[in-house]
């Protein structure tokens, strides 16, 4: 293998790590810089665990929009799907809740989905994530509670 070639070989893994590294990051306060990513269209993602920490990442795309599901995929956060007659509906963000039998459980815990266009406070989202679909610059929040949980805090890149 010429040099040039085991450089590219050794270098690839490193610049796709740092690449990757660009584009999310998680924190414990709901505060912090915007991410960034390397394209010219971007959202945000993010997401309020129960403990009240907040983990933040972004998604790039090229199109006019982004499907939500879509969005959560390239944001790097964990999280499960289950189907039902309505869409889809995401049972577990971030390995939480650690194991669950049904999505939505009666007096338990659930993932309260909002959409935020740039400005403004969040919105609750009227359908599921499969049918949203999210612009540059808007923001897809996540919020772990029951009852009728309280929105996430407003994305970082937000002042």
Same mark, same amino acid.
């Given at each position: 293998?010429?040099?040039?070639?085991?450089?590219?070989?050794?270098?690839? #893994?490193?610049? +796709?790590?740092?690449?990757? +590294? !660009?584009?999310?990051?998680? *924190? @414990?306060?709901?505060?912090?810089? @915007?991410?960034?990513? !390397?394209? *010219?269209?971007?959202?945000?993602?993010?997401?309020?665990?129960?403990?009240?920490?907040?983990? =933040?990442?972004?998604?790039?795309?090229?199109? &006019?929009?982004?499907? &939500?599901?879509?969005?959560?995929?390239?944001?790097?956060?964990? %999280?499960?799907?289950?189907? %039902?007659?309505?869409? =889809?509906?995401?049972?577990?963000? =971030?390995?939480? /809740?650690? *194991?669950?039998?049904?999505?939505?459980?009666?007096?338990?815990?659930?993932? &309260?989905? %909002?959409?935020?266009?740039?400005? @403004? /406070?969040?919105?609750?989202?009227?359908?599921?994530?499969? =049918?949203?679909?999210? !612009?540059?610059?808007?923001?897809? @929040?996540?919020? %772990?509670?029951?009852?009728?949980?309280? &929105? #996430?805090?407003? /994305?970082?890149?937000?002042?």
């Amino acid at each position: 293998m010429r040099s040039s070639q085991l450089a590219s070989a050794i270098l690839a #893994p490193v610049f +796709a790590a740092a690449l990757l +590294a !660009g584009c999310g990051s998680s *924190s @414990g306060t709901s505060g912090g810089t @915007g991410n960034q990513c !390397g394209s *010219s269209h971007r959202v945000e993602v993010v997401v309020e665990l129960a403990s009240k920490k907040v983990v =933040d990442s972004c998604a790039s795309f090229s199109a &006019a929009e982004i499907p &939500a599901e879509t969005a959560m995929k390239r944001s790097g956060i964990e %999280f499960a799907i289950q189907h %039902f007659s309505f869409g =889809d509906a995401i049972c577990q963000i =971030d390995h939480e /809740p650690k *194991s669950y039998s049904t999505c939505f459980a009666s007096g338990q815990p659930y993932w &309260a989905l %909002f959409t935020w266009s740039g400005k @403004g /406070p969040w919105k609750a989202a009227q359908v599921g994530v499969s =049918d949203i679909k999210l !612009g540059n610059g808007d923001a897809l @929040g996540w919020h %772990f509670g029951t009852g009728t949980p309280g &929105a #996430p805090p407003r /994305p970082p890149k937000a002042s």
